[in-house]
């Protein structure tokens, strides 16, 4: 069964994941062009059932967002792929999954968000930033804010007027209804958000990428995105993934944030982890491991 990140405080802010899906996704071949079969397969006892099928040996990977409670806000960081979408991607096509039911069930519904964070404009960051009514897409949190990085925006702008998206137009139907209804905020460099929010940069998966810092009441969390897709990558730093704009600088964000973080107290949240997601970086020899914490098992 798939295992969920379990709801966590720092300080006084609670944080829970909001799943859409947890899956087998792609072989680490695939994923991972630096990678080779025999360094993949050295991992794979390792890692566990969890994380590696044991049938396909794909990498199994969640697509989840963040639900933030903070003294003020009611924040959600990414939102996944989202419903009813046309997508060239079979599994993300005309998708129905159950993602608001489950934002229900942590008590909060979509009027109550005060504000999006998305950590980089791909199409499973963004879905649920609109929903379909009447035949239109429309923004699904009304009262929200939606801040996105503006060298993130202006970037994915510049790449979509030069060529058409192979992942579909999701800017189209996920983040220009947002920006038509005024309720998209542009920011830029290392944003302060308030409550012990922060937006950092840390680019290489896509130009304008960020990680979201949290510090409250002497405990910390880092936020991390697609910086890393897969704890197998934190045994691996050198490998970036196929979807990487710029690998090289992946690269070097991914082995800086290793090191950052590595034996301290900060709670690393990458987007894509899946066995509980949310764990603590530990130095291995030359390179680290992921040290989950407890999770719950998805309903």
């Not at 794909?58 to 046309?86: E, W, Y």
């Not at 197998?232 to 290793?258: H, V």
Request: proline share 8%; aromatic share 8%.
């Amino acid at each position: 069964m798939a295992r969920v990140m379990r709801p966590f405080a720092v300080g006084d802010v609670q944080v829970a994941s909001v799943m859409e899906f947890v899956t087998p996704w792609f072989d680490p071949g695939v994923l991972f062009p630096d990678s080779t079969p025999e360094a993949a397969a050295r991992h794979r006892d390792r890692l566990g059932p969890h994380c590696i099928d044991a049938a396909s040996g794909a990498l199994i990977m969640a697509s989840q967002s963040f639900l933030l409670r903070t003294p003020h806000h009611t924040v959600l960081i990414d939102t996944c792929v989202g419903n009813h979408k046309q997508r060239p991607n079979p599994k993300l096509h005309g998708a129905d999954w159950p993602w608001l039911d489950r934002l229900g069930t942590a008590g909060v519904a979509p009027q109550d968000i005060d504000m999006v964070l998305c950590t980089h404009l791909h199409v499973d960051h963004v879905g649920w930033n609109t929903c379909l009514k009447d035949g239109r897409w429309v923004p699904t949190f009304p009262n929200a804010r939606y801040l996105f990085h503006r060298r993130e925006f202006e970037a994915r702008i510049e790449a979509d007027r030069n060529a058409p998206n192979p992942a579909g137009d999701y800017m189209g139907d996920s983040v220009a209804p947002v920006m038509d209804a005024g309720q998209g905020v542009l920011v830029d460099g290392d944003h302060e958000i308030g409550d012990g929010l922060w937006l950092e940069p840390a680019p290489g998966h896509s130009p304008g990428h960020v990680c979201i810092r949290l510090e409250r009441g002497g405990m910390r969390a880092l936020f991390s995105g697609d910086v890393m897709h897969h704890p197998i990558q934190c045994a691996e730093p050198s490998w970036s993934s196929r979807f990487c704009t710029d690998p090289a600088e992946s690269r070097r964000t991914r082995r800086s944030l290793l090191e950052r973080c590595a034996d301290t107290d900060v709670v690393v949240v990458p987007a894509h982890f899946p066995n509980g997601t949310a764990g603590r970086v530990v130095s291995a020899g030359d390179g680290f491991r992921f040290a989950f914490l407890p999770a719950d098992e998805l309903q």
